[in-house]
Every structure is written in structure tokens, then in C-alpha cells.
């Protein structure tokens, strides 16, 4: 499975290294150009870099891939697609998707519910210094503890029905309702398992700030 590595234009508060394929998302491409990184493609409206900036982008990139302002997908949205029509089997780690823009991290976070998205949910991580997200569909699903990561939150898409089991705060059919966001729940020992009868759950491994 090729691995590659998206750094977008929110906080890039992470730096890894260990990928095949390097994306720069608009001013995220100034990112790895700052710290030496390839920069594979470069893909955006690059509508927040400066004419002097976008000419340096466009100078190191392998392959630049400009968009009008004026669309219907984010930015990132138009990298990830544009990346499983060529890698379909790709795992998709995301930088710099979390903080800035609200409007942009809502986005982000209900990646999942894009039509040319949804089918590749599970192959996408959104990793930040204190959060990192992954999308599972409809189904049983294993979550395994993340190092440094203290606690683990569930938002189910609308009308979806969740159980946790095997964790601090257990969600089952005696005890089930109804919350947006499960939040602050902890692993014990071993995996958590999961259940969701229809649409997908974001799944929000976090820390608190140090």
C-alpha cells in the first residue's frame, strides 16, 4: 500500500518523515519546501500564498495542479480525490487538517460524508500534536490504543445507532442514548470494539495539551 502524506494549510504542528509520496495542499506546500521535504505535487487555488511564494511552488513541484477559486470541493478535498483516482488503494495520512479555520476543520471532520470520499473513509487519517481522526463505515470494528493518546471520542453520523464495548464508558442496548459526540471515553485493556448499524462514526483519538 503506498503511503502519502498530505500537509494542508491548518496547523502543522507535526513533522513525519516515513512516507512514499509527499502533497502539498496550497500553503501547506510551503511547508515542506521550509523543511527540505520533496514536494511531489502541489495542488489548490493557492489563493493564500503570495505571487512570490506560489512562483517558488511552482519552480520546486514536480507536478502543480491549480484549481479556480470558484469550486465545490476544499482544497484537501480536491487533493484526496484527485490522489484515489490514481491510488485507489492508498493510505492517506493528513497534516495541518486540524486548527485554523473552523469553517475549513468542520470540513475536514465530516470528510466521510462526500460521496467521492466515503468509499476510501478508512484509508484517511487526520493527525495533529494532540488529535488524530480516522472514519470507519457501517459495521464491527477493532480500535486499537494509539501511543501518548489518553482518550478516545465517537461522532456517529446522523440517525446512526453506536455501541462501545470493552471501554471505560460502555455503550450497549440497556444503556444506550442518543449524543453527537460520545466524548472523553478511555481504553482499558485491549482493543475497543465498536458496532454501527448504518452511515459512519468519526473517531477522535486526543491528549490534553502539555
Do not use: W
Not at 500500500?1 to 498530505?6: G, S, T
Not at 500564498?49 to 513541484?61: C, E, G, H, M, Y
Not at 484537501?76 to 475549513?104: C, M, N, S, W, Y
Not at 480500535?143 to 445507532?161: C, E, N, Q, V
Request: proline share 5%; aromatic share 10%.
Amino acid at each position: 500500500m503506498i503511503r502519502i502524506a498530505f500537509f494542508a494549510g491548518g496547523d502543522l504542528d507535526v513533522l513525519e518523515t516515513d512516507f512514499d509520496v509527499f502533497v502539498g495542499v496550497d500553503a501547506g506546500s510551503l511547508f515542506l519546501l521550509k523543511h527540505g521535504l520533496p514536494l511531489d505535487m502541489a495542488i489548490g487555488d493557492f489563493d493564500s500564498v503570495s505571487p512570490s511564494d506560489f512562483q517558488q511552488i511552482k519552480q520546486v513541484a514536480t507536478e502543480l495542479i491549480q484549481a479556480p477559486a470558484e469550486k465545490n470541493d476544499t482544497d484537501l478535498e480536491l487533493a484526496l480525490k484527485t490522489i484515489f483516482e490514481r491510488h485507489p488503494q492508498a493510505h492517506a495520512t493528513v497534516f495541518g487538517a486540524l486548527g485554523g479555520r473552523i469553517d475549513h476543520l468542520l470540513s475536514n471532520l465530516f470528510l466521510a460524508s462526500e460521496p467521492d470520499l466515503a468509499p476510501f473513509m478508512q484509508q484517511i487519517e487526520l493527525v495533529g500534536a494532540t488529535n488524530c481522526i480516522l472514519f470507519r463505515p457501517a459495521g464491527q470494528h477493532r480500535l486499537s490504543p494509539k501511543k501518548g493518546m489518553t482518550y478516545i471520542s465517537f461522532m456517529p453520523a446522523d440517525g446512526s445507532r453506536l455501541t462501545i464495548e470493552n471501554a471505560k464508558y460502555p455503550l450497549k442496548e440497556e444503556n444506550f442514548f442518543f449524543k453527537k459526540c460520545y466524548s472523553s471515553n478511555e481504553f482499558l485493556e485491549g482493543d475497543i470494539q465498536i458496532s454501527l448499524d448504518t452511515g459512519y462514526v468519526v473517531i477522535i483519538y486526543s491528549k490534553d495539551r502539555s
